[in-house]
């Protein structure tokens, strides 16, 4: 076959290595180590990663040029490409091109079509966390432009994924500016007074979700016409959701009435990841606090957010870390968060006006994340039309 002038059909397998090198993390002292949670959809490159003693197990190596495919959840769309060398789960591949067949450079933006997404995802194996076995993979076969096309596709691929790139660092660097305002303007410090969360709250401020006695399987419906009811899964660092919310019928959540939410009020999860939480908008009152959820609401609306900024600062994250009972996940319960320690001014203007302040760097957030997010769907676009082979 003559790669250069026309369009091959090849296995996978053919194209690419699995390299299948194990380490134990003992033995990997100084490596970085990448998890599928250090992975972001969409984008080819590793941003954060973690070090080899937060891991027990053995894991893959990888070298710089390396692909870390996540075979695991595949629908979560996680593949990077290795800028440097370290080690990474078990539950992805390390693929490297044989650059005979397949530059090395054009292989990851082929990996990222819609057509090799589908052929994967369709040879996915198990219900609850589907994998990609490497045996099946390596026997699917693609269509392959030749060798100058790959070139070309690759270069245009790449200037842009460097531009979303350097866009996504900016979307970094507001969210550390971020972290830094709510501690430096929330946290304990001479400025600020020590209060409980209790302190700040309305006599049924603090309530945990429906437990499942009260809220059953088939409670739930599927058409958007049902009232949300919000899960620790639905909540991220500051907002709800609500792309997979659950819903229920409204006469069920007329009976639940208790739990119904308010503008202002904020939520945090009742066990598991504690970093998680999110504020509730006015469009979203009338929602469901769900099963795992706590309720928090604020006596005093005009400060609500900034005791969300509080409750959100690593001081408190840390401090609920420490709190926390210790099961086989961290768990909370109504006594730990009433006992939560906020730091505030003792003036309310100064209390908005530090709001105010973490407020305008959210506004500069959600500007940046919509150019990535823009920059992102371009490059989806881009590789769904130069890619018809």
Request: hydrophobic content about 40%; overall charge negative; proline content about 5%.
């Amino acid at each position: 076959m003559n790669r250069n002038d026309t369009t091959s059909t090849v296995r996978f397998g053919d194209m690419v290595q699995n390299i299948n090198e194990r380490i134990l993390p003992e033995d990997a002292e100084g490596l970085p180590y990448v998890g599928l949670e250090h992975l972001d959809p969409e984008t080819l490159k590793i941003r954060r990663w973690g070090t080899p003693d937060e891991v027990e197990a053995q894991k893959l190596r990888f070298y710089t040029g390396d692909i870390i495919f996540g075979k695991r959840r595949y629908y979560q769309k996680k593949l990077a490409v290795a800028d440097f060398d370290g080690i990474c789960s078990a539950h992805a591949m390390v693929l490297r091109a044989r650059s005979d067949v397949v530059l090395p450079e054009f292989l990851p933006f082929f990996m990222q079509s819609e057509m090799f997404f589908e052929r994967a995802m369709a040879i996915s194996v198990g219900s609850l966390s589907p994998t990609i076995n490497w045996s099946t993979l390596a026997k699917q076969e693609f269509p392959l432009p030749p060798t100058d096309e790959q070139r070309r596709i690759a270069e245009i691929l790449w200037a842009l994924e460097d531009v979303i790139d350097a866009d996504s660092n900016v979307v970094d660097e507001i969210e550390r500016t971020i972290r830094v305002l709510r501690v430096h303007l929330f946290g304990p410090n001479s400025h600020n007074t020590e209060f409980k969360l209790a302190d700040l709250c309305d006599d049924n401020g603090i309530q945990i979700g429906p437990f499942g006695s009260q809220l059953h399987a088939a409670d739930y419906v599927s058409n958007d016409s049902g009232v949300p009811v919000i899960m620790p899964s639905d909540m991220e660092t500051d907002e709800i959701v609500i792309d997979n919310i659950a819903r229920i019928s409204e006469a069920m959540a007329t009976q639940l009435m208790r739990h119904r939410i308010k503008a202002g009020d904020i939520l945090l999860p009742r066990r598991g990841d504690l970093t998680k939480r999110a504020y509730v908008r006015p469009e979203q009152e009338g929602w469901m606090c769900g099963t795992g959820s706590i309720r928090i609401r604020v006596s005093n609306l005009n400060i609500a957010r900034a005791i969300f900024h509080a409750l959100s600062s690593k001081t408190t994250e840390g401090w609920l870390e420490r709190a926390a009972v210790a099961t086989t996940m961290p768990n909370l319960n109504t006594e730990i968060v009433m006992q939560i320690p906020i730091f505030l001014p003792e003036d309310e203007h100064t209390i908005i006006l530090y709001s105010d302040k973490i407020e305008q760097a959210f506004s500069s957030h959600s500007v940046a994340f919509q150019k990535v997010n823009a920059d992102n769907l371009l490059k989806k676009k881009l590789i769904a039309e130069i890619l018809k082979v």
